[in-house]
């Protein structure tokens, strides 16, 4: 097999990986020096000469011309009288060239080459491959669903690049089904082997920071700042945005008209309940603004310990702690402060559903079927009678009894 039949061979690659020729040729020489330096042991006095145009390779070998008897090296040197044969006017001491057809090297190494090639082509399509997604870390990226596993989803680019959006990084609710588009953030990028992991999140905060700048012109400009945000993924999610600008509402023009701007957002996050609020350096404010909608009755900041002590009356306490505490979960990441809610209101009875953080709302329910909806109703009943009156166990209604006792201390 001649020099350029093995080119045109190659050339397949070429064509399937979109590796430009220049590329091309010189992972060639790279393959052939190793196959050289396999052969004779060293590369340094051989020439590779490629020509990207006519996709052609030619190898010659370089030796020194020496007294027949005295060739010590055989790949450095040559006997006069083998250097004759190539031209008869050749004398000691003169450079010989002499050209390295492929059959040289054996039909093993012909295999070996083609081999070596196409790893090396690999490894080049991979390193390049992580190289452009390494640059898209936080970025949204779009690819096409392609195949559904339990715990993951294998998505396809347009290039054809795998990425892997894994069933925690899933919205709860997200549901897709092969051939659609999901958006997410590339997360991370890593080599695995050679080959590079591109994984896709949809959980991540980022990716909700990220489509507020697709969707909101201001923040995309720079007028707004997303300052903060946190998530509990399709649930609920809080965002502090500021503006260096004193003409423009950030949280007016991130929610829009009737909620208008924001709408997309909401539902690309499977309905995940967003709360944006206005940015302050001032912790109190900060605070207040992150537990709304409730209003509060004073704050006591610890800031050394970063614990804030919040005063409320009975019915905002709800409000602020929120379904499933959601609400001062989110605030207190948001704030960095831990938050402690207090009810004001002295000796007031304090209606059970206050208690939605403490008291799980099937327990409320069955209290409110023997109509007990406060918590001095309950703390006035015997706790045999409670036990006989409902389907609780009595160490679920002595807990209750205390959550609500400690109310009253």
């Not at 010189?26 to 330096?37: C, G, N, T, Y």
């Not at 959006?165 to 590339?186: A, M, N, W, Y």
Request: overall charge negative.
């Amino acid at each position: 097999m001649e020099n350029i039949a093995l080119i045109e061979s190659f050339s397949e690659f070429k064509d399937d990986k979109l590796i430009d020729r220049v590329t091309l040729m010189a992972i060639l020489e790279d393959v052939f020096r190793s196959a050289l330096k396999k052969k004779y042991g060293e590369d340094d006095n051989f020439d590779i000469i490629v020509n990207p145009d006519k996709g052609d390779l030619e190898i010659w070998r370089n030796r020194i011309v020496v007294a027949d008897g005295e060739v010590e090296d055989p790949n450095q040197e040559i006997s006069l009288s083998q250097a004759r044969k190539i031209e008869p006017d050749f004398e000691v001491g003169e450079d010989v060239s002499e050209e390295v057809k492929l059959m040289d090297l054996g039909r093993r190494a012909i295999l070996a080459l083609r081999q070596n090639l196409i790893a090396k082509i690999h490894e080049h399509d991979n390193t390049n491959i992580f190289k452009q997604f390494k640059e898209l870390e936080g970025e949204i990226y779009t690819a096409e669903v392609h195949h559904i596993r339990h715990r993951v989803i294998i998505l396809l680019d347009d290039d054809g690049n795998e990425i892997i959006l894994p069933k925690d990084r899933q919205i709860p609710t997200d549901f897709f089904r092969k051939g659609e588009s999901v958006r997410g953030v590339i997360e991370s990028v890593e080599l695995k082997g050679n080959k590079p992991q591109i994984i896709m999140s949809r959980t991540a905060p980022v990716f909700l920071e990220k489509l507020f700048e697709q969707e909101i012109p201001e923040v995309f400009d720079g007028l707004i700042t997303v300052k903060k945000v946190v998530r509990i993924p399709g649930e609920k999610a809080k965002v502090a945005v500021d503006s260096y600008d004193d003409r423009i509402d950030p949280v007016g023009a991130c929610v829009g008209m009737k909620g208008s701007r924001i709408h997309g957002i909401v539902r690309e996050l499977g309905n995940e309940n967003i709360d944006v609020i206005n940015y302050t350096s001032n912790d109190q404010l900060f605070i207040t603004r992150a537990l709304s909608p409730a209003k509060i009755v004073s704050i006591k900041l610890d800031e050394v310990n970063k614990r804030a002590e919040v005063m409320l009356k009975p019915e905002e306490v709800s409000k602020a702690i929120g379904r499933g505490g959601l609400n001062i979960r989110l605030a207190s990441q948001l704030t960095g402060y831990e938050i402690d809610v207090f009810r004001d209101g002295g000796d007031e009875d304090v209606e059970l559903r206050e208690f939605a953080d403490e008291i799980e709302d099937w327990v409320i329910a069955e209290f409110a079927k023997i109509g007990l909806d406060t918590a001095k109703s309950i703390l006035e009943q015997d706790v045999d009678d409670l036990i006989r009156r409902t389907d609780l166990e009595e160490e679920t209604i002595r807990e209750v009894i205390r959550v609500l006792k400690e109310e009253f201390e």
